[in-house]
């Protein structure tokens, strides 16, 4: 019950049968990354997803406006929001498209499937405003909290303190960038042989790991934040100390 992926070449559609042949070519890395040490993996939640084009976002929201039952939107939304790398644009297109009282929800889902996300990207609760029933303002509220945790998110200084409510899109997608941060933190430590300070004894930079008040990794097999089961609901509490330092003016990243 998901989104068909859509092989294409030079955003055209691919024959369904037959032989292809392409070269493919490394993508230039990000200008912007300034050779910080977590540039690349604060980008990691965007591989293998298909980056939505202008000329597909149509048909898209054609198919939304065609489901029938809350149930049959929801499972498309969350298909595009793990399938699908959006821009903003492609956000606010959808929201608009969508019936009024399904603006939020559609927010909520499809927010973690923007590319490039940053606290100033122009969307927000703007793409939804004029989508709110009564009680404006109390919803309003509630959706700059809903998603105020994904659009603050910095993963290239990702130091703090976190309380996350899994059963929200938003939070969850913080959850999960925060689980494959720490992964490549924990591979960095473990390949340069560096002193290992983690508190449980496997290089990871996430601490003090609760859900609902009791040890998340309790009764898990795994024993490291990154590899561990979410759960699908609940409050998950979390401390992240990242080792990883900013590059100094004029030189390489570096680890502490």
């Known amino acids: ?29 990000d200008p912007d990354c300034g ?10 939640h965007l591989r293998g997803r298909t980056a939505l084009g202008l000329g597909r976002s149509a048909p898209l929201v054609a198919a ?45 889902t499809l927010l973690p499937a923007v590319a490039h996300l940053r606290a100033d990207t122009p969307l927000g609760v703007a793409g939804v405003r004029n989508k709110l029933l009564p009680h404006k303002r109390a919803e309003e509220a509630r959706l700059r909290g809903a998603t105020s945790k994904l659009l603050l998110l910095n993963l290239r200084n990702p130091t703090g303190r976190y ?4 059963e929200s899109p938003c939070d969850r997608a913080v959850a999960r960038r925060l689980q494959t941060l720490a992964a490549f933190e924990a591979g960095v430590q473990a390949r340069g042989k560096l002193v290992d300070v983690s508190q449980e004894g496997n290089f990871e930079p996430a601490r003090n790991l609760r859900h609902e008040g009791y040890d998340l990794l309790s009764g898990q097999a795994e024993a490291a934040f990154s590899s561990s089961a979410l759960p699908p609901s609940g409050r998950l509490q979390l401390d992240y100390a990242s080792r990883m330092r ?10 502490a």
């Open 35 to 44: 050779g910080h040490p977590l540039a690349k993996a604060a980008e990691f």
């Open 64 to 108: 939304l406006q065609r489901c029938a039952t809350d149930e049959q939107r929801q499972i498309f939304l969350e298909a595009t929001a793990e399938a699908l790398a959006l821009k903003a644009g492609h956000l606010a297109l959808i929201v608009r498209a969508a019936p009024a009282v399904l603006g939020p929800l559609v927010l909520e």
């Open 163 to 166: 309380s996350l409510e899994l």
């Open 1 to 29: 019950k998901g989104l068909a992926k859509v092989v294409a070449l030079d955003d055209q559609e691919a024959t369904v049968a037959g032989r292809v042949s392409f070269k493919y070519t490394e993508p230039v890395a």
């Open 246 to 255: 900013p590059p100094a003016p004029g030189g390489g990243g570096r680890s």
